[in-house]
Structure formats: structure tokens, C-alpha cells
């Protein structure tokens, strides 16, 4: 399996003692993956993270470019045929590295977050391809960052992610996909895969 992926997403994040940041970035990714079996597959993804936005304690930042990498196992639990209900979990572990600057000042630092992130997805197959899901996600990881010669570590202020999502074959071995996590981390997803 091959896929490619686009995703914009928005997280609070608290680096102590009331010091709360909002980071707002764009990435853009190319996975390989390989299934195990009828229920257990394992991906591995890498890509580009495209700009955004960093803004805390009265400053604001932009998000230069960088990378991020991840891998990912998931397990169907149940279901999966024709309108029938089905649920996959998932276990991922992520790396990213980038640089926001302070267009005032010149300030230019380093920003980079690992996370380890549990997944569940439950939906409904219906006429054969189309499968929308409600999606949870629970993550935790320290993000750094320096700020006036002082390294801070922080991580999101909630943990957590809820929303909905949908999924479809749309040609033979073509899989198209869409998230929208609404609470939480707030997250938009399209991502596009080939089976073969």
C-alpha cells in the first residue's frame, strides 16, 4: 500500500506556570504500508511541514518549514462486511522537527514534539464501500521549544481528540479518506491510499 496525505490541524499547548501556546500548522505526507493478515496492517509515514502559526505570551510566531515522521499499527476489532459495524484501534509514534521565527524581533528557534498516540474508529460499511466512523484518539508527548535562553517543556493542554470521519473505495484498490476532529486537538484530514 501507498498513500498520500494533507492535514491541517490546531493544538493548545501549556509550557507551565500559566505559559499557554496555540500552534497551527500544515503538513503533507507519503506513506508505505503492509498488511499482516485480515485484520493487522502497519504503516510508516514521513513528510514536510508546510508553515503555520505559534502565538503565546503576546507573541507571534510563524512556523517555517520542517519534517515530521511517524509509524503506526492498527488492528480491526470486529465487523467490517457490508452494513456492519466495525472498530479499529490503533497505536502510533510520531516525531516532528521545524523552526518558528519572530518577524519583530528576528527570534529564531527550534520546535519539536514526539507523541505516542492510541486510536479507535467505529462505523458502518454501507453498500460495499462507503464507511463513515466516529473517531477517538488519546496522545501524550513533550514538545520543546526556547524562548529568552530558557528551554521550555510543554506538551497539548487536553490529550485528547474526538470527531467524525468518512471513508471510501472509490475505484478498485483506491481508498479515499476525510477527518475532522471537532474537540480537543482539532484536526482536517484528507488522505488518499493504493492497495495493491
Known amino acids: 500500500m501507498v498513500g498520500a496525505a494533507a492535514a491541517a490541524f490546531t493544538s ?6 500559566g505559559r499557554a501556546y496555540t500552534l497551527r500548522q500544515q503538513s503533507y505526507l507519503l506513506s508505505v504500508g503492509r498488511r499482516l493478515g485480515d485484520r493487522t496492517g502497519v504503516v510508516l509515514s514521513a513528510g514536510l511541514i508546510g508553515g503555520g502559526a505559534f502565538e503565546g505570551e503576546g507573541r507571534r510566531y510563524r512556523v517555517g518549514t520542517g519534517w515530521l515522521a511517524s509509524v503506526t499499527g492498527a488492528y480491526r476489532i470486529f ?16 516525531f516532528s522537527r521545524t523552526h ?6 528576528g527570534e529564531d528557534q527550534a520546535l519539536s514534539a514526539s507523541d505516542l498516540r492510541l486510536g479507535l474508529d467505529v462505523g458502518v460499511t454501507l453498500f460495499g ?9 488519546g496522545f501524550g508527548g ?12 510543554g506538551g497539548d493542554r487536553y490529550h485528547y481528540s474526538l470527531g467524525f470521519g468518512v471513508s471510501t473505495e472509490a475505484v478498485s484498490g483506491l481508498d479515499l479518506r ?10 482536517l484530514v484528507f ?3 493504493f492497495a495493491f
Open 100 to 105: 518558528v521565527e519572530h518577524a519583530e524581533s
Open 12 to 17: 493548545e499547548l501549556s509550557f507551565g506556570d
Open 79 to 94: 465487523g467490517g462486511d457490508d452494513q456492519q459495524l466495525f472498530g479499529i484501534t490503533s497505536l502510533s509514534m510520531g
Open 129 to 137: 464501500r462507503l464507511r463513515p466512523f466516529a473517531l477517538a484518539r
Open 191 to 193: 488522505a488518499t491510499a
Open 142 to 153: 513533550p514538545v520543546t521549544f526556547r524562548r529568552a535562553g530558557e528551554d521550555r517543556i
Open 178 to 187: 476525510f477527518e475532522s476532529a471537532l474537540f480537543g486537538e482539532r484536526a
